[in-house]
């Protein structure tokens, strides 16, 4: 079984594609993304839901779900405007399941300024205050708390 296809839609590789569910090495997952390949490996260090797979030589191969997650990192970081300490706090306690199906979604902040889903997610948040706050609210208000305490701090200098 070929990991390359002409058909399936999957990333070209030279004048062939590779197949949606093949494995990507670290500089074509960088390139993707558009960052440094020691940038990739900085971020497996601080976020645990990277893992890819390393073979002889440490040769890493990412699985498609490990794409998806370092997708979501990039936006979170990048487009987002989030620091590591701050996207770490997002995704905390998340798997990389739910990290893929996020990286599908629209950024947070955009969803947050959005004019329709603030009213959504103060509802969804009083509503809840009796039964407690649901994981993705936790994430999302504890982030806010630190990138306000960021702010704080650097406005007290």
Known sequence: MSIYTAEDGGQEQGDVKKAKGAFRTISEVADRLGVQQH???FWETKFSQVKPLTRG????YYRPED???LEKIYNILYKEGYTIKGAQKL???M???QIAKLSLQRPAMEQVNSPTVVPSVLSDVSSNVSGG???HQKAVLESMLGDLK???DILKK
């Open 91 to 93: 995704l905390k306690g």
């Open 150 to 152: 960021e702010i704080r």
């Open 95 to 97: 798997s990389k399941g």
């Open 39 to 41: 940038v990739l490996r």
């Open 57 to 60: 030589g440490g040769r890493r």
């Open 67 to 69: 794409v998806a997650v």
């Open 133 to 135: 706050l649901n994981t």
